[in-house]
C-alpha cells in the first residue's frame, strides 16, 4: 500500500514538473516585453527628474504592439504629446502602422529622421490643435495603444537615444523633448526561463527513464 502510494506520488510529481515545464516554456515565448521612461532633457523646457512618459512594448504575431502614456508633466497646461521618434536598425521596407485604441495618431512615417541631435527611423503623430476642448489630444493622464506592423522588438531601441518624445502645451506656450533614459535588452529573461523550462522537461525524463 505504502510502495502504491510512493508511486503515485512520484507521478504526480513528474506530471507537475511536466506542467510547470509547459508553464516556464509558454512565458518565455512571450517574454518579448520592455518599457522606456522619458526622463532626460534634451530640448526645450526642461521640466526636471521626472518621467513625462511611458512607452510599454510588446512583441506579438504582427509586430510590435505599443502603448504610449502621458504621465503628470510639471509645469504643463493642457501639456499634450505630439511626437514620438524611435531607432530601429532592422529593415524599414514593409513596416507600416495600425492604431488599436486611445488616442488616434495622425500620422506614422519611415526614414532617417534627424531630430535634437539624434538620428531616428520611426515616427508617429499626434493632434497639435484643440480639437473638441482638447480631448482629441493626448493630454496628461491619456495613452494611444498601437502596433508597428512587421516590426521586430530586437530592432527597436538599439541606439544611444532610443526614443524621443516631444510634449507641447507647456505653461507659457513651451514645449519640452524628451528622450527614454536607457536602451532596455529584452532577450536574457526569456533565455533563463527557456532554460529552465528545459532543464524541468530534463529531470522529469531522467526520472521516468
Not at 502504491?4 to 504526480?12: A, I, K, Q
Not at 515545464?21 to 517574454?31: D, I
Not at 531616428?120 to 493622464?141: H, M
Request: glycine fraction near 10%.
Amino acid at each position: 500500500m505504502m510502495t502504491r502510494t510512493l508511486s503515485n506520488s512520484m507521478m504526480s510529481l513528474r506530471g507537475f514538473q511536466v506542467f510547470l515545464a509547459a508553464v516556464f516554456a509558454l512565458w518565455a515565448c512571450t517574454a518579448q516585453a520592455v518599457t522606456l521612461n522619458f526622463d532626460q532633457h534634451v530640448q526645450g523646457n526642461n521640466l526636471g527628474s521626472v518621467t513625462v512618459a511611458t512607452l510599454e512594448a510588446v512583441e506579438v504575431a504582427e509586430g510590435v504592439q505599443m502603448t504610449l502614456t502621458n504621465t503628470a508633466v510639471v509645469g504643463g497646461f493642457k501639456a499634450h504629446v505630439s511626437q514620438l521618434l524611435m531607432s530601429y536598425a532592422g529593415a524599414l521596407s514593409g513596416l507600416s502602422f495600425s492604431q488599436d485604441s486611445g488616442v488616434t495618431s495622425t500620422g506614422f512615417s519611415v526614414g532617417n529622421l534627424y531630430n535634437a541631435g539624434h538620428n531616428y527611423q520611426l515616427e508617429v503623430l499626434w493632434p497639435l490643435s484643440n480639437q473638441a476642448a482638447f480631448k482629441d489630444r493626448l493630454n496628461i493622464g491619456g495613452s494611444s495603444t498601437f502596433t508597428i506592423l512587421g516590426a521586430s522588438l530586437d530592432e527597436l531601441f538599439q541606439s544611444a537615444a532610443p526614443a524621443m518624445i516631444h510634449v507641447r502645451g507647456l505653461s507659457g506656450g513651451g514645449s519640452a523633448k524628451y528622450v527614454a533614459s536607457f536602451a532596455p535588452v529584452p532577450l536574457p529573461a526569456a533565455g533563463l526561463m527557456l532554460l529552465a523550462a528545459l532543464g524541468l522537461l530534463g529531470v522529469a525524463r531522467r526520472r521516468r527513464a
